[in-house]
């Protein structure tokens, strides 16, 4: 393909991205669920050689404001992959996904980058949904958290023949999500390496017939929660990492409540029956644990993430 010009320079998008909770109990690397918490961004084109970072909210302090800063190097891979000259970027964010606590702030950070190539090459490049998927995967590695965050709901994700594939599906009315974060951060890269490398029948069975009873649960019975989002393959093996997390997904689902590790944790999604029944396990997170946890009572995001050209709507 052609290398064409950059972007001109003073064109700019307005991008937000929804936090992703993965797994999902017993769905291991596979369903992602987004929630009503952004990260939003404005993303300008500069002359080439340019870049200006400036971060607030969540991770501020460690996010880089040099070329490899995650947003910058999506954008560039989505030029790349395009066969376009990159220009330079003014990027400023406004992060309010919680970073390294288990919501997909990694996710969404791709999310952002392809999503602003995306709108900066508008007119110039058209992008499927499919290409946004393969682009945020090969900088992700796995589809289950930028699925959601790009297409909203509930997402399967999967690869096949043609690379990542996802299917976004509506998720009952009466599902509450609630996110208990902790002041502690997990790395994904820890959590990943306490798991065995290999899991006996009878659990990855266990594991099967958990997920299939949680698409149902999720659409259509959510009194069914509880026993779908049983798991056998990697929360008890985390543990020992955040033993914390540990102790409150026990109470809480002792107590009925459908109480998950989001994604890597330390954070635990609680997938509530109803929106008046969660106070009562913000409730139970107080009388139990020795540290804060941070009650977020959200919605399930059904857009997904958003580009808009600030001079021309909506891309």
Avoid at 101 to 129: H, I, N, P, Q, Y
Avoid at 140 to 159: M, S
């Amino acid at each position: 393909m052609a290398t064409a010009s950059p972007a001109r320079a003073g064109r700019s998008v307005q991008v937000q991205v929804p936090a992703t909770s993965a797994n999902l109990g017993p769905g291991f690397d596979t369903l992602g669920l987004a929630l009503s918490v952004y990260d939003e961004l404005t993303v300008t084109a500069l002359e080439p050689g340019s870049l200006e970072i400036e971060v607030t909210g969540s991770g501020a302090e460690e996010i880089p404001r040099d070329a490899s800063n995650l947003v910058v190097r999506s954008i560039e891979h989505v030029y790349r992959d395009a066969g376009r000259e990159m220009p330079g970027l003014r990027i400023v964010a406004d992060n309010a996904v919680p970073h390294g606590r288990g919501l997909g702030s990694s996710g969404a950070a791709v999310t952002a980058g392809v999503l602003a190539a995306k709108g900066l090459l508008a007119g110039e490049v058209d992008f499927t949904d499919a290409d946004l998927l393969r682009l945020a995967t090969e900088l992700e590695g796995h589809p289950d958290n930028v699925a959601p965050a790009l297409f909203g709901g509930l997402t399967i994700a999967w690869t096949g023949e043609n690379g990542p594939q996802h299917k976004k599906l509506l998720v009952h009315r009466g599902v509450a999500p609630l996110v208990l974060v902790p002041e502690r951060t997990m790395s994904t890269s820890l959590a990943r390496s306490l798991q065995p490398p290999h899991f006996s029948r009878e659990d990855a069975v266990f594991n099967v017939s958990r997920t299939a009873l949680l698409i149902a649960a999720l659409m259509q019975s959510p009194e069914l929660l509880l026993d779908a989002t049983a798991d056998r393959l990697h929360q008890d093996y985390r543990a020992e990492a955040m033993p914390e997390t540990h102790t409150l997904v026990k109470a809480l689902r002792a107590a009925g409540f459908a109480a998950v590790v989001s994604g890597a944790g330390p954070s635990v999604l609680v997938l509530a029956d109803g929106p008046g029944s969660r106070q009562e396990a913000v409730d139970i997170a107080a009388a139990v644990a020795d540290t804060p946890w941070q009650a977020l009572m959200l919605a399930v995001d059904v857009r997904g993430g958003t580009v808009r050209d600030r001079a021309e709507g909506s891309t």
